[in-house]
């Protein structure tokens, strides 16, 4: 009853707010605040059923908040954009954050109100989804539940239910692999996180890709520890659901587990019929990847490899340019510096993006300038516990659970760099790739809290006093740029500084841990 009261009523408010038909949006809205009410609360019953009252009573207060936060951020961006973003621009005065975003749901509303089948999202003229699963799915929300008018909040509630979907399932998994006080922690981080937050508020592949995620993470671990083939469908779901939207990350999640099932099974090895399995689904999303990606670039190259191998080269190619043509210090440090140094750098200055001391200097618009701070510290929060995650030992995490996360570590972290030069200096699209995988960077993120608790170790606070002095000298020399406070250092200079403070921090950390050994053996 509470959830048939409070879909009605939240139907109400955010129909009164599109255009067309109150009462066919109302209808429209109730169904879909409904269906997610009734996913949502399911999920964590679901997990009720076997966690602790206290940390169900936590989950479903995660799950509340994160729905809650993913469709006030949709509904408020798409509000305030048109007043207080930038003038002239066509997406912020439809109330959208992203280009890729508006571009494909207007596609979708065009197929929804013409006469084509919705299949059609499929075929190759529909550019703006490279691999039609998440326009198919935009043009029959449209077709059948927002036929009179444009309702674009439809497809943002639906983002803010699979941003949300997902924490049940990441918390089950969580906690039977590594305990209830990693998946707390993973939780509240995969609930929170202002990347996660912003994508989830607008109708992009990111949250729909963080739901399929978990759906392979719990059937993968469920089967893995209690052996129970049933939940082998989660996954099965998962995989589609991946192909669907996004082959590439279908791919790289067989790569994860099956590194990890390699890891954790006797002696280095694994069944032959998951190795067989794995394969089939494999081959059959790189041809799927290429076939997407040939039709929108005509990149030749033959064999599937060929093309993905293309696409890849002419993308770093691009993002290499456009870093250089958007940017004239950045363009006079490529003339300066030898030609082999120019990638590393593309791939540090994508790691640091969005950079933080940039959006605290720079100035711009309100809005853009809260949602940038947001973003930036977010990344910035999460990015020193993901470089401990290669030597944080929590106590479950022993034998070869170590192993496991000191796989997704490095796969982590090849995401982020390999994602940084795709991406390149972008500060939009380079932390949304890196955001597909943020599922596990949580979980890596929440080991290394549970680590820091349980230990106090005095890396992680060395660990963001490095940070810190990055963040420092790099606001100075933008306060310098922009505002004329302060004195100005050459870039050469200024990464010599970092490089010699960070020196420091570290030999100070080494010798004071060799003076506590030293006590100790006494």
């Given at each position: 009853m509470w959830s048939l009261s409070l879909s009605l009523a939240a139907g109400a408010g955010i129909a009164s707010i599109q255009p067309g038909n109150w009462f066919m949006g109302w209808l429209g809205f109730s169904f879909l605040f409904l269906l997610s009410c009734f996913l949502l609360t399911s999920s964590i019953r679901w997990v009720e059923q076997t966690a602790n009252l206290p940390y169900s009573k936590t989950l479903a207060w995660m799950v509340a908040l994160a729905f809650a936060l993913r469709l006030l951020g949709g509904v408020t961006t798409y509000l305030a954009l048109p007043i207080f973003g930038h003038a002239g621009d066509e997406e912020q005065s439809a109330g959208f954050t992203y280009t890729d975003a508006y571009r494909r749901d207007e596609q979708a509303w065009d197929l929804?109100?013409?006469?084509?089948?919705?299949l059609d999202a499929f075929n190759s003229r529909f550019a703006y989804d490279q691999y039609g699963g998440l326009l198919a799915f935009s043009a029959l929300i449209?077709?059948?539940?927002?036929?009179?008018?444009?309702?674009?909040?439809?497809?943002?509630?639906?983002?803010?239910?699979?941003?949300?979907?997902g924490l049940p399932f990441l918390w089950k998994a969580v906690s039977l692999q590594w305990g209830d006080k990693v998946a707390m922690a993973s939780g509240w981080i995969f609930a929170l996180y202002p990347e996660s937050?912003?994508?989830?508020?607008?109708?992009?592949?990111?949250?729909?890709?963080?739901?399929?995620?978990?759906?392979?993470?719990?059937?993968?671990?469920?089967?893995?520890?209690?052996?129970?083939?049933?939940?082998?469908?989660?996954?099965?779901i998962g995989i589609v659901g991946m192909l669907l939207v996004s082959p590439s990350i279908a791919l790289v999640t067989l790569v994860i587990l099956g590194g990890?099932?390699?890891?954790?099974?006797?002696?280095g090895r694994f069944p032959w019929w998951a190795a067989v399995v794995l394969g089939i689904v494999f081959v059959a999303g790189l041809f799927l990847l290429s076939s997407a990606l040939d039709q929108q670039g005509n990149l030749g190259?033959?064999?599937?490899?060929?093309?993905?191998?293309?696409?890849?080269?002419?993308?770093?190619?691009?993002?290499v340019y456009k870093i250089e043509e958007g940017s004239g210090w950045v363009q006079k440090l490529f003339e300066e510096m030898p030609g082999w140094m120019q990638m590393p750098f593309v791939m540090i200055y994508g790691v640091l993006q969005p950079v933080l001391p940039a959006i605290l200097i720079v100035p711009t618009e309100v809005i853009w300038k809260v949602i940038g701070i947001l973003r930036?510290?977010?990344?910035?929060?999460l990015l020193p516990a993901l470089i401990l995650s290669f030597w944080a030992e929590s106590s479950p995490s022993t034998g070869k659970r170590r192993s496991v996360i000191l796989w997704l570590s490095f796969v982590v972290w090849g995401w982020i760099l390999f994602t940084a030069l795709r991406g390149g200096g972008d500060q939009w699209d380079n932390p949304r790739y890196r955001t597909i995988l943020f599922m596990w960077q949580a979980i890596l993120a929440g080991q290394v809290w549970v680590w820091w608790r349980e230990t106090r170790n005095a890396w992680a606070a060395r660990m963001l006093a490095m940070e810190v002095v990055l963040v420092a000298v790099f606001a100075e020399w933008y306060a310098n740029r922009y505002l004329h406070i302060g004195f100005q250092l050459p870039f050469g200079g200024m990464v010599a500084l970092i490089l010699g403070l960070w020196s420091l921090i570290?030999?100070?950390?080494?010798?004071?841990?060799?003076?506590?050994?030293?006590?100790?053996s006494v």
């Open positions: 929804a109100v013409s006469d084509r089948p919705i449209y077709r059948y539940l927002s036929p009179d008018a444009h309702r674009v909040l439809m497809l943002v509630l639906m983002s803010a239910l699979m941003g949300a979907l937050v912003l994508l989830g508020g607008v109708a992009m592949r990111e949250p729909y890709l963080l739901a399929f995620s978990t759906f392979c993470l719990w059937g993968f671990v469920n089967w893995t520890v209690n052996r129970e083939k049933k939940s082998l469908a989660w996954l099965a990890w099932l390699y890891f954790s099974s006797e002696r190259g033959g064999s599937p490899l060929g093309v993905i191998q293309n696409f890849i080269r002419e993308s770093f190619k691009w993002n930036a510290a977010g990344w910035y929060a570290l030999a100070w950390g080494i010798w004071r841990d060799r003076m506590a050994h030293r006590g100790h």
